[in-house]
């Protein structure tokens, strides 16, 4: 690329980035984790631990935001200095090494940029995900454990702490349920678009004649509440169940009744928590997840859009709203936006990023 368009690029990157520090209020943001350092620092803060996690957890976030951000500033910067050294220099491989860079800070940006269309009232939580298998047997089972995998891996690749709060495993293969939390800003606003039913067609591993299998999948995304969400749950609505955790093949993991389950008696709403050891954090931990559920119900019924706000919990033929094709050609398809990938293996390892930036470009448009 001639150092003129290069020039040209360096400097509508400098532009979108200085309207996203504005959009995302940097200034702001630093404000923030002053006043935040000041409560750290308070030697009262443990003394009330479930605000001493929130303030130490935002804290982090911020703070990782704001490097982020500047380390994006800096590499713009940086980038302007390479192409001028290179125009004096004349060098055709320092061209070609600021072209490279560029096309990453183009890719970076572009990402941070579809993050100012996140302005939803929950956008900037952390997500609840659950994935259910559909119709399909233990086919169905198996792409529902792939899914869980795929969205694990995402999250991996973008350093976003996870946790498992629940798997209940099919008798064959795969997994009937998982709920697992992405603990990252902006989370729920970024997989909120994944919500719905995935379709997977293969030639089954589990049929010994070698035929095609088409297998569905549903994914619901909720966002994880703060204690300022007012959701009041009675004790007299909820039935609670304590069990024997338990893994793959129905063997026991745990020696003790500490699973928990949670049933919402009026809305028919279970939760299911393992993870933990202890009785009563796997019980806290699913009141949570609950009391998240619920609210995502009452937005949805307030808007009367509840398959917008649940996901389309059917999983089955005519309901899919994105197509993962493994046979006879290969080929991952979003029938919202249209926007595709040709390499399935990459997709179910966790590069999901263009269908989750083309989603919420699509959202941003329909609503406007």
């Not at 179910?348 to 930036?357: A, Q, R």
């Amino acid at each position: 690329m001639a150092a003129p368009d290069l020039a040209e690029r360096i400097k509508q990157l400098d532009a979108t980035l200085s309207s996203i520090e504005q959009v995302l209020d940097v200034d702001g943001m630093r404000a923030e984790v002053a006043e935040l350092g000041q409560q750290v620092a308070a030697p009262d803060l443990w003394d009330d631990q479930s605000n001493a996690q929130r303030v130490t957890s935002r804290l982090s976030t911020l703070q990782a935001e704001i490097e982020r951000i500047t380390d994006l500033r800096s590499r713009v910067d940086d980038v302007q200095v390479l192409l001028e050294l290179a125009g004096e220099e004349d060098d055709a491989a320092s061209f070609s090494e600021v072209g490279v860079e560029v096309d990453r800070l183009a890719k970076t940006i572009e990402a941070l940029e579809v993050r100012t269309l996140l302005s939803g009232e929950y956008d900037e939580r952390e997500a609840l995900v659950t994935i259910r298998s559909g119709a399909g047997g233990v086919d169905a089972a198996d792409w529902a454990e792939m899914l869980m995998r795929m969205y694990l891996r995402w999250a991996e690749r973008h350093r976003y702490p996870t946790e498992v709060y629940d798997t209940s495993y099919a008798e064959e293969a795969g997994i009937k349920s998982a709920t697992f939390a992405v603990k990252a800003p902006y989370a729920y606003g970024t997989l909120s678009v994944e919500q719905g039913t995935h379709r997977l067609v293969r030639i089954s591993p589990f049929d010994n004649q070698g035929r095609r299998q088409t297998s569905f999948a549903a994914v619901e995304v909720v966002p994880v509440l703060e204690q300022t969400d007012a959701i009041e749950v009675p004790d007299e609505e909820v039935r609670v169940d304590v069990f024997r955790s338990s893994g793959p093949g129905g063997q026991s993991v745990n020696t003790t009744d500490s699973a928990v389950r949670l049933t919402h008696v009026p809305t028919g709403i279970v939760v299911a928590v393992q993870n933990e050891k202890s009785q009563l954090q796997n019980k806290n931990t699913a009141m949570v997840i609950l009391k998240a559920k619920l609210l995502a119900l009452k937005r949805a019924e307030e808007k009367a859009t509840l398959d917008e706000m649940r996901g389309d919990v059917a999983a089955s033929w005519g309901d899919q709203m994105r197509s993962y094709v493994l046979n006879p050609y290969q080929m991952v398809k979003d029938l919202r936006t249209d926007y595709e990938e040709g390499n399935p293996s990459g997709v179910l390892d966790g590069d999901i990023d263009g269908f989750i930036e083309a989603g919420i470009r699509w959202r941003r448009a329909a609503v406007a």
